[in-house]
């Protein structure tokens, strides 16, 4: 008998560079660049860096924090890092080793604070607000910018809110905006607006330069449609036991599910502990894949490191089988759906935990 | 101006020994043992494990699976560590290298296994069923046990499920049906059955050894009364940018925040990324601390890697303060209330991130 105890988190490498390469041919008068931040969304800045700039001859990425690209960078130095929450006290060390590491500037107090830190005159990038309200000059901080501070600029950047509705007002009034900014205090900087949701809204956000993320690993930033992308993750978890209910039994933390009948169960190998939401308690699904794909409901409570699922159906499920959390049939979006919130969460999530088997597909 | 980018995990050892020593003087009768797996919640199983190995005299730890504690146990050869998910063909061979790695055995299959594969006759832990239903051997697994199997075992153990509750029927129910099953079966092998939150039911709950986790790191894991251990983690993010909303002016992704009137709003750096929970947007809450506790609202959705938050009622806060997600006064239980979840699911969740600015605090 095949017995396993561990968790298992597949990211298939090949999925991954032909969605980077669609959405750069989608956008095909931009420059790509590749976000990265938060570990490439949990599943290894390093290795998804790596493969973009050998194969895809990507050179321009965004981070969150220096920190995430600090050793790429070193040994990457024929490409840009852009790092999106700027620079200060905690990050600027990291900025005066590596040359090739560019903060995005997007207040006042930051670029003041660049100013009179910055190790050496390399362009940076500024954030421009434009309807998110998020990070980014309003409109009367530039007002009162002095005029040569202009011409320092490397890249001018905003960020939509709505971009995965295609016809949603933001949309229209975010590009008004920016192209207002442009014009005014920006009119020979080049450009970038759009994440991977932006990419599907047509040429005129595309700018100069688009930031492929979420759709690069997978996610399905344009849900009015069908997901164009290929699927980059699985996760898969072993059965540990299967047993029995007897009528009237609990099941759990709290005992919030008691079975009706007698049921047959199997306790699986993955919780939250592992990133799998607990907002799927009693919602959640797996699926036993042997030829035909059986789909059974978690019961209970998630815990720290198991889920129970009722297998009644499933007539030869066994300790040892693998059963997937999510799958090419049934992605990280449908779990995210189930759970309450987005794939771009659960990700983030799933890959940072050291006690999955982490398996890389590359042909 | 002080501009800071990062947000900072502070994890506070002294209250995290004082909590387990309280703990285990409690359940003074009993040996205790620490629960470190999913890298002791989250804050570091490394460091957890040699604070009480050598503060509190600590000689046994649960983990969850055995790749968490395989550095841990070789440098600590004098300590027991016991894998409650047990063992199969990805774990074997850290049994083989680690002799003081003890699987806990929760079924005839698995047992069967070890059997066939164990690397020595180390007597290994089994786990028995007694109301919550995940893994353990049903008592009907024990009555086709062979008789001389119940020898080999160095510790009974069970979970209790509703321990959080004092008055819940099912202890009663557990501590009834473990009782039953440690006279039958393992009438001269130590017991198990609690962990922290058995602590608190009394001493029949305490068996031999208790197994003391959430409660170690400051959860309340009796809610039915106030707290009564030590706070041990605080979560700080910096304000990136203080700025304004129009009246009418939309906030954050899919633009779920509308502002009724002209409000001030500060930029936060933490996101979902960080592990704050996205089920905080427009519910959360962020603290800034000055002498005076003064208390915001999260705005909008939290994404990746920032909040929005409405300070308008606090006249003084700039970029570079440091704002408090969690502290002393607003602990993760609370932030766990507001998510709709357990603190053990954040907890799990913020210590496993690279970009946290990690502190800890000992003597």
Redesign the interface.
């Known amino acids: 008998?095949?017995?396993?105890?561990?968790p298992i988190l597949e990211i298939n490498l090949n999925n991954l560079l032909d969605n980077y390469k669609m959405l750069a041919n989608l956008a095909k008068n931009a420059t790509p660049a590749a976000v990265i931040?938060?570990?490439a969304y949990g599943l290894g800045a390093k290795i998804v860096a790596k493969l973009l700039y050998e194969k895809a001859n990507c050179r321009n990425f965004f981070a969150?924090?220096?920190?995430?690209v600090k050793e790429i960078a070193a040994t990457h130095p024929n490409a840009t890092f852009y790092i999106?929450?700027?620079?200060?006290?905690?990050?600027i060390e990291i900025f005066r080793q590596q040359k090739n590491i560019i903060p995005v500037i997007?207040?006042p107090?930051?670029l003041?604070?660049w100013e009179e830190n910055k190790p050496d005159n390399r362009k940076v990038a500024i954030q421009v607000?434009t309807?998110?309200?998020?990070?980014g000059f309003?409109e009367d901080?530039l007002k009162v910018l002095p005029k040569d501070k202009f011409t320092e600029f490397s890249l001018v950047m905003s960020h939509l809110?709505?971009g995965?509705?295609k016809d949603?007002f933001?949309n229209a009034k975010q590009i008004e905006n920016f192209e207002r900014i442009k014009k005014t205090f920006f009119p020979n900087t080049p450009a970038s607006l759009s994440a991977s949701d932006g990419v599907f809204l047509g040429e005129k956000f595309h700018q100069n330069m688009v930031r492929l993320g979420a759709a690069v690993y997978g996610i399905n930033t344009a849900p009015y449609r069908q997901n164009q992308m290929k699927n980059v993750v699985r996760v898969l978890a072993?059965v540990?036991?299967v047993?029995?209910?007897h009528k009237g039994?609990?099941?759990?933390?709290?005992?919030t599910y008691r079975a009706g009948s007698e049921r047959k169960?199997a306790?699986v190998?993955i919780g939250?502990?592992d990133?799998l939401p607990?907002?799927l308690s009693n919602v959640g699904k797996i699926f036993l894949n042997n030829g035909k794909i059986h789909e059974a409901r978690i019961i209970?409570r998630v815990?720290?490191?198991?889920i129970?699922c009722d297998v009644t159906d499933i007539s030869d499920i066994?300790?040892?089988d693998l059963v997937s959390i999510a799958d090419d049939f049934y992605t990280l979006d449908d779990v995210a759906r189930d759970a309450?919130?987005?794939s771009?969460?659960i990700m983030?999530?799933l890959g940072?935990?050291?006690?999955f088997?982490r398996i890389y597909i590359q042909d």
């Not at 815990?303 to 198991?306: G, I, Q, T």
């Open positions: 008998m095949n017995i396993l105890t561990r931040k938060d570990e969150a924090h220096a920190v995430e999106l929450q700027g620079v200060g006290a905690d990050s997007s207040s107090e930051v003041k604070y607000e309807g998110l309200n998020r990070l309003r901080d809110a709505c995965d509705e949603h933001m072993p540990l036991q047993t029995n209910l039994d609990f099941v759990g933390y709290s005992a169960i306790i190998s939250y502990g990133g607990r907002s209970g815990s720290m490191d198991n129970i066994k300790a040892g309450g919130t987005i771009y969460e983030s999530r940072k935990n050291p006690r088997e």
